[in-house]
């Protein structure tokens, strides 16, 4: 069995959630693994894009990189708050 059969990984089931990672091999690894739990993954490759997508869909949850190029995680952050 795989250990994302384990109910504890449930709560991921159905939720988006936004990936903002500028490293294309750590951003597909974690899409895929969220993927497999049944997650809907939209990916940004720096932060400007994440911001852009930000405004564009509403999102359960953001995973951001802190250092990347187009805009740091921090600062994304910070925006998703506001």
Known sequence: TSPFSDPKYNVFAG???LLAEDESDLRDILKSLFEKVKATVTV???GER????????????VISDIRMAGGDGV?????VRH
């Not at 911001?51 to 949850?61: R, T, V, Y």
């Not at 600062?75 to 925006?79: D, M, R």
């Open 15 to 17: 939720k988006r959630i």
């Open 44 to 46: 940004a490759e720096n």
């Open 50 to 61: 994440a911001d852009e997508l930000l405004h564009q869909g509403e999102f359960d949850l």
């Open 75 to 79: 600062s994304l952050l910070q925006k």
